[in-house]
């Protein structure tokens, strides 16, 4: 791929994630039409103006506005602020994600966490790159770990999970609050990461399979299935590890049933 492409791409998402750092403390929570908050708007404002003035012919996908189309093959795949709730409750571990996607599939990625100045990177064919406050910019991989018992496995969303689903990796792994869950996997602090539950959205997504893929691990759905057309749920891991996690998890329901739950508590 395009160097050039990657390096603006990590441009962008440094000067967004300066500007979402600026609004950190003063910012509202959701509000407005289509529950945005003005950062998001405003973040994602001014990713689609720098895109437009260098690659006019690209298409945009937003996620707090209708997408834009180009008349050229690639796509731009934004989330201006990932992680809302942690914004809103000044919890500094939300990011700015962007992607570019082409007729091949993901091309580009890159998640910018402001507060911690550090950014995940790669390109395809390029490699996985972690930069960490001013510190020199390293080419990163997962780990080699084997062993599935007591792997550890960072979680998002686990109070949304069904309970066959918590009761299982509680049994076999070593469950911990997903912190920077795609910077720890690709870097090899984690061994895997699951989100279950509600349906990630694409946006949130995009960037996955090549922030991992490149960092040598593997991205699926929590059923095996390419996680950019599966079902919303992600099962990340280190590559060694996922044919067994995904055998661990087969068949169990993914989400709560709060409907069930509901109707218990009503009895």
């Not at 834009?68 to 000044?90: C, E, K, M, Y």
């Not at 996922?242 to 169990?252: F, R, S, T, W, Y």
Request: charged share 25%.
């Amino acid at each position: 791929m395009d160097r050039d492409l990657l390096e603006y791409a990590v441009e962008l998402v440094e000067e967004a994630g300066g500007l979402a750092a600026r609004w950190f403390t003063v910012a509202s929570p959701r509000s407005g039409a289509g529950g945005a908050s003005p950062v998001e708007v405003e973040v994602e404002r001014l990713l689609r103006t720098r895109i437009a003035a260098r690659y006019p012919d690209d298409a945009v996908l937003g996620k707090e506005s209708d997408i834009s189309p180009g008349t050229d093959r690639r796509r731009w795949v934004l989330d201006p602020i990932n992680g809302t709730s942690l914004f809103a409750q000044r919890v500094p571990t939300f990011n700015v994600l962007l992607a570019v996607e082409d007729a091949e599939g993901p091309l580009a990625a890159v998640a910018g966490y402001p507060m911690s100045d550090e950014l995940l990177y790669a390109g395809r064919g390029l490699g996985c790159w972690h930069s960490l406050a001013g510190r020199p910019v390293r080419q990163v991989r997962v780990n080699d770990h084997e062993r599935l018992r007591g792997a550890l496995v960072e979680m998002l969303n686990p109070l949304a999970w069904s309970e066959e689903l918590l009761l299982t990796l509680h049994r076999e792994l070593y469950l911990q609050p997903w912190t920077k869950g795609d910077v720890d996997l690709a870097t090899g602090l984690a061994d895997a990461l699951v989100i279950a539950g509600a349906p990630i959205g694409y946006e949130d997504l995009a960037v996955l399979p090549l922030l991992v893929g490149e960092a040598g691990g593997r991205v699926t759905d929590l059923s095996g299935r390419d996680v950019l057309r599966g079902d919303g749920s992600v099962l990340a891991s280190n590559g060694r590890l996922h044919d067994a996690l995904l055998e661990l998890v087969a068949g169990l329901p993914h989400g709560r049933d709060f409907a069930a739950l509901r109707e218990r508590a009503d009895r």
